[in-house]
């Protein structure tokens, strides 16, 4: 197991800056989740630590190690992607155990993992099975499972529930959730969907332009964001915004006074809030 450290990184493709000084700890078996709309770079962070994207300036460290310059192959992480990226010709048990084979591993360590990923997954049943055979939910569970039988330091998830449906996104998130409580491993989790970030992360990074906004835990993300853009993008249904709203205190009375709106009278009970 191992944190992964950002240390001032950048990245800009020609002259436009998509992550601009990130300054990132995500602790040893943490389930950091990167949150953000479409373009905030957070997929950016992710394919810089896998490897995938090369820095700007700065550091990335896995462990103790920097790791700018080391090929994705020996990062020792595993990535999940959004496509489940299945060989439609291998069977389930073959398609977990590729990565492995490639490697030149034992057959009876490969056998044992395998098998061992499937129980964690409720796979077993389906191990001899082609993915064609499969749900939409069982063929990520298999692409979750090819990355558990490497065993790697850190896992990159990159909106992997983004192709299932609703009922579907929320039985899987569920499982990974219960996944990562199992194996204990870091996670760095990547989604739009800040009901995902919310119900899955013990840490949430909320990103926009490139910058982190705010960094903490999900309730204190939502009882006190930093800014009104992470007022407004965290809770369903998002917070509502006042232009030219002014709180007015006389005495032990507090009231807001809305432009053109009239004034509201605010209870003690929330006047620190």
């Given at each position: ?6 240390e001032h990184v ?18 040893d078996k943490e ?243």
């Amino acid at each position: 197991m191992a944190r992964v450290q950002f240390e001032h990184v950048y990245k800009r493709f020609n002259k436009v800056e998509i992550v601009h000084d990130i300054n990132l700890d995500v602790k040893d078996k943490e389930f950091l989740v990167l949150v953000g709309p479409s373009g905030c770079g957070k997929s950016t962070c992710l394919r810089m630590v896998a490897g995938l994207e090369d820095l700007s300036e700065g550091d990335i460290r896995i462990g103790e190690r920097v790791v700018n310059g080391v090929p994705p192959k020996d990062r020792d992480i595993a990535m999940v992607f959004q496509n489940y990226a299945l060989y439609p010709h291998m069977s389930v048990f073959d398609n977990m155990a590729f990565s492995l084979k490639l490697r030149h591993f034992p057959k009876d360590q490969i056998k044992k993992r395998v098998e061992e990923a499937g129980e964690i997954l409720n796979l077993t049943p389906f191990l001899k099975r082609k993915p064609k055979e499969l749900s939409g939910g069982q063929r990520q569970r298999v692409a979750l499972g090819r990355a558990i039988v490497r065993e790697p330091q850190v896992f990159l998830m990159d909106e992997p529930l983004s192709n299932l449906d609703a009922k579907l996104r929320v039985e899987t998130r569920a499982n990974i959730t219960k996944l990562h409580q199992r194996i204990q491993t870091t996670v760095i989790y990547v989604t739009h969907d800040q009901t995902e970030a919310m119900t899955m992360g013990s840490r949430i990074a909320v990103l926009n332009g490139g910058i982190i906004q705010q960094l903490g835990a999900p309730q204190e993300l939502y009882d006190q964001p930093a800014n009104l853009f992470v007022a407004g993008f965290i809770g369903s249904p998002s917070m509502n915004f006042f232009p030219g709203a002014k709180v007015v205190t006389e005495g032990d009375s507090t009231r807001i006074v809305l432009e053109n709106m009239g004034q509201v009278d605010v209870p003690p009970l929330y006047v620190e809030r």
